[in-house]
Every structure is written in C-alpha cells, then in structure tokens.
C-alpha cells in the first residue's frame, strides 16, 4: 500500500512564475490538507480539501489555490511566484474530515525554489 | 499562531531516556495532543496521539496529566536515528467540525554516541 506520494520531488522557477505541485493520498484517505515549511520553521497549515472541496485555509493570500478531484488527489497551485515562496510543500492525508482524532499522513514533499 | 510551545533544542546520548515537554495552556476539550518526528527534508512521520493520562506504543510513550495543559513525549533508549525535530501539537476544529494541525517550531533533539 503506497502511501502519500507528491510530484514532483524538486522544482526551480523564477518570481512571477505559476507552479502546480501534485499529491496523491494513502488508499482509503478522503482528506488533503497542504502545508508549507519554509526553512528551519515548523510546517504552517495552508488548506484542508475533502470532498472537492476547500473546508479550512490558513493565512494564504489568494495566489494559493487548489484542487480536489474524484480520486481524492489534490493539486496545489500558486501564481504570481515570489522568492518568499521558496519552501518544502508537504501534503498530509487522513481518513475522514469530520473526526478531531484523525491522524495526517505526510508525504516527502515537494522543494520549490523561486529565483 | 501556535498552540504549543516547547523547547528549542534538547541534547542526549546513546541509550539514554530522553523527555520533551511541551505547554499547551489554551488546549480546546475535543483536541488531542499529537507527537510527529521530522527528518531534514522529510514529511513529518506520526509518533503518537492521546487525549489523557498515558499512551504507549512500540516507539514512544506520552504522558498527560489530568488538566491537560502540557504533555511529555518520552522515548526509551534513544539511538542515533532518533537526531530529529519532534513537534508537539494540538488540533484545530473548525466550525465544520473539519481539522487541521498547527505546527510550532519544534524541538531539535541531538543525540550523541
């Protein structure tokens, strides 16, 4: 049973740039949520998908957007790139979105570097 | 804002017990307290989760008491492989009831031969 996998491993672009990175969840996983984690700071939540749809965001301006599809895969879009973007993006499954005690599963990631 | 706090840095040698605390003064009644383990340019990988008292599993234990205000993550004669960032935090259930991890800083636990 693969678990959460993301693609693609490594990605460079330069500022003003849009960047789509891709996660597929556990088997038997229905949530996706997206997080990023600048260097040497803890992962900050960016928004939960479960049933095509956005459930949570975090403190994101709009230029991160997303999308859920049947399969329960997710893509994580973001436009306008700026160096600050530069981060490892981490997508997290669970399960269910309606259960408080759900556990998130983390995939490898993915390195974005914007010059 | 995270919910947690906990020590920046811990130093630890081979074999030892090693226990990390972390404050969670503002815990809501329906979180629970999770532990996940980070390695340089990893995911973060699920050690533990509990609501009260103690929980033990085949790598951890976690112990919180009764006001469930802080917890301790303890790990039982660490190794070499346990140098990692372990990161202590609390749910956060939105109005849908849908749920979302906030993540702290972390705790850089080195361990020494």
């Known amino acids: 049973d693969a678990g959460v996998t993301q693609s693609p491993t490594h990605l460079i672009k330069t500022r003003g740039q849009q960047v789509t990175l891709r996660c597929s969840p556990k088997?038997?996983?229905?949530?996706v949520s997206w997080y990023q984690q600048a260097l040497g700071q803890g992962p900050q939540f960016i928004f939960q998908?479960?049933?095509?749809?956005?459930?949570q965001r975090g403190n994101f301006p709009d230029r991160f957007s997303g999308h859920q599809f049947p399969n329960y895969s997710s893509e994580l879009n973001v436009n306008a790139l700026l160096l600050g973007d530069s981060a490892l993006y981490l997508c997290?499954?669970?399960?269910?979105?309606?259960?408080?005690?759900?556990?998130?599963?983390f995939g490898p990631g993915t390195r974005l570097t914007v010059l | 804002l995270a919910k947690t706090t906990q020590p920046i840095s811990m130093d630890s040698y081979e074999g030892q017990e090693v226990n990390i605390t972390c404050s969670h003064n503002?815990?809501?009644?329906?979180?629970?307290i999770t532990w996940y383990q980070q390695f340089p340019s990893q995911g973060p990988r699920f050690i533990i989760q509990?609501?009260?008292t103690k929980v033990t599993n085949e790598v951890a234990s976690l112990f919180i008491p009764a006001d469930r205000k802080s917890s301790t993550l303890s790990l039982p004669r660490v190794s070499l492989s346990d140098t990692a960032v372990y990161y202590c935090?609390?749910?956060?259930?939105?109005?849908?009831?849908?749920?979302?991890?906030?993540f702290g800083s972390g705790t850089r636990l080195l361990v020494r031969p």
């Open positions: 503002n815990i809501a009644t329906n979180d629970y």
């Open positions: 997290a499954s669970s399960p269910t979105g309606l259960e408080s005690t759900d556990t998130q599963y």
């Open positions: 935090l609390v749910g956060d259930t939105g109005v849908d009831s849908s749920y979302k991890l906030i």
């Open positions: 088997s038997g996983h229905d949530t």
């Open positions: 509990g609501y009260k």
């Open positions: 998908y479960y049933e095509e749809e956005e459930r």
